[in-house]
């Protein structure tokens, strides 16, 4: 059985195969694709000047930021189990509630949009590129293994829920429709999302330190990458703390 689609396509096996591949190994291979396209492809100063490419980078910033209002928009309305099963896509029930009302995939939407703003910050026209096809396809492919699973567990109710939302973009009107008179989970949100919130804080911070490195070389960045290292340490910090309050059961979902 192929991966039904909103629009009437098929996916390619070879899509979902790789779409499965990546969901297992993704928290390895994206982080690593990220680090080889950096090391290929060094920074470049906005119009040639370093110093405007710091409006540049607050504009990478308000990206990353953006993508993950979003992302907490989504987790803290309606959770979805991420990481499956033993690696492996699962679900035991087809959500429909809050963001994914408007969009079926809004998480991955989240993170596509805070991959941009990383980008942005970096700022290497091959990059954009790489990176661009990259994740484009492989995002792609992930949600094409999903579809595939879904609909052979939900069957007939995965189709309708495909015909009524989008798979990507969630028209505004139905956002605000989706969402009316929902709580928010401000608990679930920290529980759920602190990795992400650290995982992209620590990239922002490395590309801005290679950044500093590439423009002002050593021991010129070394101020600048201190005040990098010690926001990565605290970003990190941070997380320690939310692990250790939600281990040690100080810090639940009540919903859960």
Known sequence: ???????????P???????NFLFRYRNAVFPAVMLVLFLLFPPRPFLGDWAADRWLDLVGLLICLAGQ??????VGLAYIKR?????????????????????????????????????VIHNN??????????FLVSYRAIVAAEERYLEGQFGAEYRDYCRRVNRWWPPPGRVAEATAGMSFNWRRLAIKEYGTFVSWI???LVVLGWQALWAEGWPGAAGA????????????ALAGLVRWLKKSGRLIDPAA
């Open 1 to 11: 059985m192929r991966a039904s689609t909103a629009d009437g396509g098929d996916a």
């Open 225 to 236: 990458i201190l005040w990098f290292a010690g926001g990565l340490a605290a970003a990190l």
């Open 202 to 204: 620590a990239t922002v």
């Open 83 to 119: 990481g499956g099963v033993d690696k492996r896509i699962f679900a035991a029930r087809l959500v429909q509630q809050g963001m994914f009302a408007a969009s079926r995939n809004p998480l991955y939407l989240g993170n596509l949009v805070m991959l941009l703003g990383v980008f």
């Open 125 to 134: 026209p091959w990059a954009y590129l790489a990176g661009a096809a990259f």
């Open 69 to 74: 209002g979003f992302r907490a928009c989504v």
């Open 13 to 19: 096996p070879l899509t979902v195969r790789y779409g």
